[in-house]
């Protein structure tokens, strides 16, 4: 099976963002705020991710330095038009996001860690997922699979059944896999060890936005950032929605916190002026529909032909 790439690119001003989506997830998860972002005049670049948008043993033959290349790349990509790079993530995303700055930190001059997930311990995680911590070896690890359960990260009810829809349509390009194979998230835990090593070292001015009903990752996550991330730490405790905060009831928080915070960051861009208008209207929920839909289009097609 051809992998569809999903990549999504917004040409701005010289203040880019790079917006990484989560484990067995899809770039469109950053779509309503790559959108909203780039009205303020900011590039934005949300690359697909290694294994991705593609079939489970596609995904299940990846490793995390497999994805970490895609952001690299990525990276390398959107240093080529912009002076200033703010680096951000959805859940796993927030986590590559952080490897990313401690990786390269001349060139990645601010984060924005969206829901970030250093410990599955959200309300929705089922109390028997604990007992995946006594698997070490990735072969073993790939004879469970992890799947999506509902609320599926979405507290809208609208936004959620559309996701519910795409991910029964069965084409991962969508919203992402119905199931991910044991071995990722095993690669995943792996990523934040290696991460968390790393969280003393990491300088850059960091954004947290998470919901305080996370049903992936508790606030714990988003605190334990706050604590031990050695440069300056700005939280946003989000009360009405659930881990996708890119797709959910607040995502008009999220594109106006992100944008504000890479504002500061990197200056106004040309279009901020503009911005500031459009920040002031709240994106309602139909319109985020109008927005997320033509990508689940062709799953609805055919699950009803």
Known sequence: ?????????????????????????????????????????FTVHCPQLAGH?????????????????????????????????????????????????????????????????????????????????????????????????????????????????????GDSSQVGQLANPGGVMLEMRWLINTVKREIPGIKQPTLILHPREDDRASLANAFYLQRHLAGSVEVRVLED??????????????????GAFAARIGGKSAGQAQAETYLRQPVPSAAVAETVEPAFAEGERARHH
């Open 241 to 258: 929605c659930y881990h996708v905060i890119t797709l959910d009831r607040q995502r008009h928080v999220v594109i106006e916190c992100t």
């Open 53 to 169: 948008c593609g079939t489970y043993e596609e995904l299940r033959d990846t490793s995390w330095q497999d994805w970490y290349a895609s952001v690299e790349a990525a990276h390398d990509e959107l240093r080529k038009s912009c002076d200033t790079i703010i680096v951000g993530g959805l859940s796993m995303g927030a986590v590559m996001a952080m490897h990313l700055a401690a990786q390269r930190p001349d060139s990645v001059q601010g984060l924005a860690l969206f829901a970030p997930t250093l410990k599955l311990d959200g309300w929705g995680v089922p109390w028997y997922s604990k007992f995946f911590a006594l698997v070490t070896q990735k072969w073993f690890a790939n004879l469970i699979k992890f799947s999506e359960r509902d609320p599926y990260g979405i507290k809208d009810p609208r936004i959620r059944a559309l996701v519910t829809a795409a991910i029964q349509s």
């Open 1 to 41: 099976m051809s992998i569809v790439d999903r990549s999504l690119k917004l040409r701005g001003g010289r203040t880019g963002i790079l917006l990484i989506h989560g484990l067995g997830g899809t770039p469109i998860e950053h779509r309503m705020v790559a959108i909203g972002l780039a009205h303020q005049g």
